[in-house]
Every structure is written in C-alpha cells, then in structure tokens.
C-alpha cells in the first residue's frame, strides 16, 4: 500500500475551516510536509513540522501531528476560492531523496 | 523567472517515438529530482541526481528510461520507446544541499501525452 495517504477530494464553503488529513507509515520520519499545488502549476511547499513537534500555526494555517497515531491534518481557516488546489501532504528522514508523497487532498471552495 | 524551469510544458508523442524533458534547476542548486505524477497518484520519485553523478535512481524503470544532468546545461529526462503506461506529469525539482528540513523547488510540470 501507499506509505502516505489521503483523502482525494474535500468540499469546503468560503469562511468555513477546512481540514485535510494524512496518514502515514514510516515511523523513523523526521519531517513532514504540507505541499500546494495550484492548476498547471508545480509543488510549493506550504509549511512543515519536525517530528518532535505536535502543533505548528503560521497564520490560517495549523498543522497537527498525532506522532503516535501517524496522522497529520492540515487546518486552513477562513477559506477562501483562492484556496482551491490540491495540498500534498509528505514525509521525510531529512534527505530530499527519500521524500514520500501521497496522492494528493482536492479541495474546492464553493462562494 | 529564477524558478525551476522546465520544458516543454506539454509534449505529444506517438508510441514508439522518443520523449525529452529538460529541466534547469534554480539559479544556485546543483541538486535536481525527478518526480511521475499519475492521474489520482501522488508524487512517485524516480531519480535523483548532482551535476554529472546520478545519486540515487531507485524510482526510475529499468529499461527506456534515462536521466542525466551534464557539467552543462539542464537535466534531461529520456525516455526512449514511449509507452502509453508514460502518459503523466513529469516534475522536476531542485534543492540545494539538504540541510535539516530542507525544501524542494518544484517546476511546474512536463505533461507528457502518448497516443
């Protein structure tokens, strides 16, 4: 099976907070990652947290990792229709090589 | 633009036909990755190299696929013989040497389709 996964599509209203959520296998990870990627475009990484870490906000972003659980959301507040892309949620030991990617949450923000 | 340039954006091959894709890295980053992206699929690695030494190809198939990334000059991804199996996004993206959490730059994708 896939060592990432999530959830393929999420439908939010504008306003409304979205949560996109990730598992993952790989115990030993260091770090992992919430990636955006908006039509047409290329990966931007949007914000990361060590493993040692159980919450990180930056802004109307909040990042939760359950370590014990192997599960990472995502929390985007006040969505708004520029939102709407697919985040990618990864995770690595440190080395850029060995990045893992699951398949990628839609989210669409309806007005 | 000093981002992660690749071209072309979207290319159309026949089957059997050769495909090309090149990829200049960020101005400063002598680490480049190729990343598969299938319909529905994460991000599948496939190879991962420096200038002139492939560091790590354990994504890549083993046969009609070839990367490289010369003294000079972009990374060229080869993959000889398509396949309708090759129809996908192709990203490449570069990094400069990992340190700690360390980041990916990612160009905005190769498409490539196989009739």
């Known amino acids: 099976g896939e060592d990432v996964e999530q959830s393929l599509f999420l439908s939010v209203r504008e306003g409304d907070s979205s949560v996109i959520n990730c598992t993952y296998t790989d115990s030993s990870s260091t770090y992992l990652y919430w990636y955006k990627q908006e039509p047409g475009a290329g990966l931007q990484l949007l914000t990361y947290?060590?493993?040692?870490?159980d919450m990180k906000q930056d802004q109307r972003l909040t990042v939760l990792l359950n370590k014990k659980d192997k599960h990472l959301s995502l929390r985007i507040a006040d969505t708004q229709t520029g939102d709407s892309a697919i985040y990618f949620c990864a995770e690595s030991m440190g080395n850029n090589n060995d990045m893992r990617f699951g398949a990628g949450t839609r989210l669409t923000v309806k007005p | 633009n000093a981002g992660v340039m690749q071209n072309p954006r979207h290319l159309v091959r026949r089957r059997g036909q050769e495909a090309r894709l090149r990829c200049s890295p960020m101005k400063g980053h002598s680490h480049v990755y190729w990343y598969r992206q299938l319909p529905e699929e994460g991000l599948k690695f496939m190879v991962y190299l420096q200038k002139e030494n492939i560091i790590d190809e354990s994504g890549m198939p083993k046969e009609r696929f070839s990367a490289e990334f010369p003294k000079e000059g972009p990374s060229i991804l080869r993959i000889q013989q398509v396949v309708r199996g090759d129809s996908a996004a192709y990203f490449c993206?570069?990094?400069?040497?990992?340190?700690?959490?360390?980041?990916?730059?990612f160009g905005e994708g190769s498409r490539l389709t196989v009739l």
């Open positions: 947290i060590f493993s040692n870490m």
């Open positions: 993206a570069s990094s400069p040497p990992p340190r700690g959490a360390g980041e990916l730059f």
